[in-house]
């Protein structure tokens, strides 16, 4: 079965610096990827996905992420954080094979931009 | 304007009642479900379905049920079994069951 961890429950950077939240997955196949980003009472939104192709994923907002197979990581990143980009983000995994694929989800990391 | 509603965006339930969440979408999406926020525990799947008229237990769906009669609707109803059901719902939809899922702004529910 598939699986993500998030290890880092907060992750604390000055605005301007740049940032980097770590995912890494569990598959048994090859994978999809997927980073959302939440904030208070509200939905996930999209940011960005990995398919195939390129191990350098651009995404919303400045966002992007780099798939590495061998360390079978998907850290996402932007090289000058925003006050605005503190919120809750979320990895996401789903096993790429044949019919229907849960979407299996991190426990997420608190994102604190500070001025 | 395309998009998932949930609706509302608020539930208080006492003890012992069912309630139903309702959840719509008009991307003409094949694939719905249904996930449980808890602090500190990620999100975690109650049901799904990939398409009209069928669904799938989830990784938690004990005392809970759903329907999928039309290709936009898929309510979750909280059953008096459910026994800490206070938490965030959130209802998804994807084109299919290997691309990315979108997000309603989810129903609190609270027991009380």
């Known amino acids: 079965a598939q699986s993500v961890a998030q290890p880092e429950d907060q992750v604390n950077v000055a605005e301007g610096n740049p940032l980097t939240v770590k995912c890494t997955y569990s598959v048994s196949g090859n994978p999809y990827l997927f980073w959302y980003v939440q904030y208070p009472n509200r939905g996930l939104q999209f940011l960005l996905k990995y398919i195939t192709g390129d191990n350098l994923v651009k995404g919303s907002y400045g966002f992007e992420a780099e798939f590495n197979k061998s360390q079978t990581s998907f850290h996402l990143k932007k090289p000058s954080a925003l006050v605005s980009d503190s919120a809750l983000y979320f990895c996401?995994?789903?096993?790429?094979?044949?019919?229907?694929?849960?979407?299996?989800f991190g426990t997420g990391t608190r994102l604190l931009v500070s001025p | 304007d395309g998009g998932i509603t949930q609706s509302p965006k608020y539930l208080f339930r006492k003890e012992g009642q069912n309630v139903t969440l309702s959840c719509e979408q008009n991307?003409?999406?094949?694939?719905m479900y249904w996930y449980r926020q808890d602090p500190g525990q990620g999100l975690r799947l109650i049901y799904y379905s990939q398409i009209v008229n069928d669904f799938q237990k989830g990784d938690i769906a004990e005392g809970y049920s759903v329907s999928r009669e039309k290709k936009e609707s898929f309510p979750l109803t909280v059953t008096s079994a459910q026994k800490n059901p206070t938490a965030f719902y959130l209802c998804?939809?994807?084109?299919?069951?290997?691309?990315?899922?979108?997000f309603g702004q989810g129903t609190r529910l609270t027991v009380v």
């Open positions: 996401a995994v789903r096993d790429k094979g044949t019919g229907f694929q849960k979407l299996v």
């Open positions: 998804a939809s994807s084109i299919d069951g290997n691309t990315e899922a979108f």
């Open positions: 991307l003409n999406h094949d694939a």
